[in-house]
């Protein structure tokens, strides 16, 4: 299978050239920017020419709070992107995966939503991405979208990263971190979903998916989870509400996935707490300050 990976430079690009990379019968092209720009309606011939078998889109705006200042930018590569390259899979054939997000939910304190429940995204990033699983969908019959939550992977700039920065800075000033207690979402390691996707796309059941680690946490439990196990559990922390930490796009509360049509196919990913323990064993970022200082 000649499979075009787009965004190949993201934490989640990289998982699927990692997981590609160890499976026999492939042939990967990547594509990132600039040589490649989803943004541009010419990529559409693009793909068409080179005429892969599957198209996987890990490219994306994902800088959620800038999207609310630019969302010209954000809506060319979370919605006109997908549609140029729905539009060159259409032309040679080839299927696409469509990543998204679980912030095209409202996240309604206490749901848990599945594949079919309707999106209602409220900032410009959630409403973009949304606006790219429509098109797609509007252009493409042989087409999978996963949505996933609260992505982190190996060399990623993620939130267990920032956070073990966050502690190691408090640990050096006498700090104090602040954890938001009443955000929840899944904790969803890349390579997971890399692997997952694959057994998907074997599978020939086009459609909606949400392929997250099994379990939810909160905002803090996955913080504090990340310090015990990067070896950063004494630094101190505060519980806060969402709104003592305004941004300009405000996430989610509750936007917690349920993996249910992925399941149905005996697909089904770890629970978030063992693929953090895998993540913090190969992501050098996450190690403990002495340990590191310690590696020649």
């Not at 956070?163 to 006498?174: M, N, P, S, T, V």
Request: net charge negative; aromatic share 8%; charged share 20%.
């Amino acid at each position: 299978m000649h499979i075009l990976i787009v965004g190949g430079r993201g934490q989640l690009g990289r998982a699927f050239h990692a997981v590609l990379a160890g499976q026999a019968g492939h042939t990967v092209t990547v594509w990132q920017r600039p040589e490649h720009d989803i943004t541009r309606p010419q990529v559409a011939q693009e793909v068409a020419a080179l005429a892969p078998d599957l198209v996987i889109n890990a490219a994306a705006w994902t800088h959620v709070d800038g999207a609310e200042a630019e969302p010209d930018a954000a809506y060319a590569a979370n919605a006109l992107g997908p549609a140029y390259l729905a539009e060159g899979c259409e032309r040679c054939g080839a299927t696409l995966v469509q990543i998204s997000t679980n912030e095209v939910f409202a996240g309604e304190p206490g749901r848990f939503y599945r594949e079919y429940d309707l999106p209602a995204p409220a900032s410009v990033y959630a409403r973009s991405k949304h606006a790219g699983e429509v098109a797609a969908s509007r252009l493409l019959r042989r087409l999978y979208i996963v949505r996933v939550a609260w992505l982190f992977g190996p060399g990623g700039n993620n939130f267990p990263t920032k956070i073990a920065a966050a502690a190691d800075r408090a640990a050096r000033e006498g700090g104090t971190l602040r954890l938001v207690a009443d955000e929840f979402g899944n904790p969803t390691y890349a390579p997971d979903v890399a692997q997952a996707t694959m057994q998907l796309v074997e599978s020939g059941h086009y459609g909606i998916y949400h392929l997250v680690n099994e379990g939810c946490a909160s905002r803090l439990e996955f913080a504090r989870a990340v310090l015990e196990g990067s070896g950063r559990g004494q630094v101190p922390f505060t519980p806060i509400s969402a709104e003592e930490w305004p941004r300009p796009a405000p996430p989610p509360r509750h936007a917690v996935l349920v993996n249910q049509a992925a399941a149905a196919l005996g697909i089904r990913l770890r629970p978030w707490q063992e693929a953090l323990a895998a993540y913090l064993q190969v992501e050098p970022n996450l190690q403990p300050r002495s340990t590191r200082e310690a590696t020649p």
